[in-house]
């Protein structure tokens, strides 16, 4: 009998220096946080400025090729309903004009996006790299081990994350800290 409790003690020892010893080697839980991008950038007064001259640029190449399309429009309706009376020769012409200069209005537009491309980047990857180092600097300064991108909630969710409480999120809080240094 004395053997017996002695062996169940003796389990019991081990059992609780085990789980101290496991207890002391697991890390510790980390804080975690979530943030949306779109949110910050949708907020922030330099994200904001950057996309109203991003936009003026947009709506000034749409006023530029809107002659453009409507030239085409017009040259495409005209071979449609004249077509039939012309003879092959004068609709082949018509035909090879319209293609020529939607081919011109193509390229137009295609340098056009090229070049819309260029201004985002610029104006916009100054903004998210400060953004990277201010979620990086708030991430340290309050210890989080992990922060999220949470744009879009629920099933929808384009970020993997498709849950997280509304008390993680820190986006006001980063969207602040970079309009303050957008500020300098």
Known sequence: MKMKFLGGVLCVC????????????????????????????GKSKAALDAQ????????????????????LTAMKNEIEKKGSA?????????EREYQKRLRDYGMKTEDAKQEMQQLE????????????????EIGKKNGY??????????????????????TLDISDQV?????????K
């Open 14 to 41: 081990v059992a609780l220096s085990v789980s101290s010893v496991l207890a002391f080697a697991a890390p510790e839980r980390g804080k975690i946080a979530t943030i949306s991008i779109q949110q910050i950038l």
């Open 52 to 71: 109203k001259i991003l936009q003026a640029e947009v709506d000034k190449f749409q006023a530029k090729f809107k002659a453009d399309e409507d030239a």
């Open 86 to 94: 012309w003879s092959d020769e004068i609709r082949a012409e018509k």
């Open 121 to 136: 980047k610029r104006h916009m990857e100054p903004i998210l790299k400060q953004l990277h180092e201010v979620i990086a």
């Open 145 to 166: 081990s992990l922060i999220l991108e949470n744009t879009m909630k629920g099933l929808r969710n384009r970020t993997g994350l498709l849950y997280a409480d509304d």
């Open 175 to 183: 969207q602040k800290e970079l309009d303050s240094r957008l500020k």
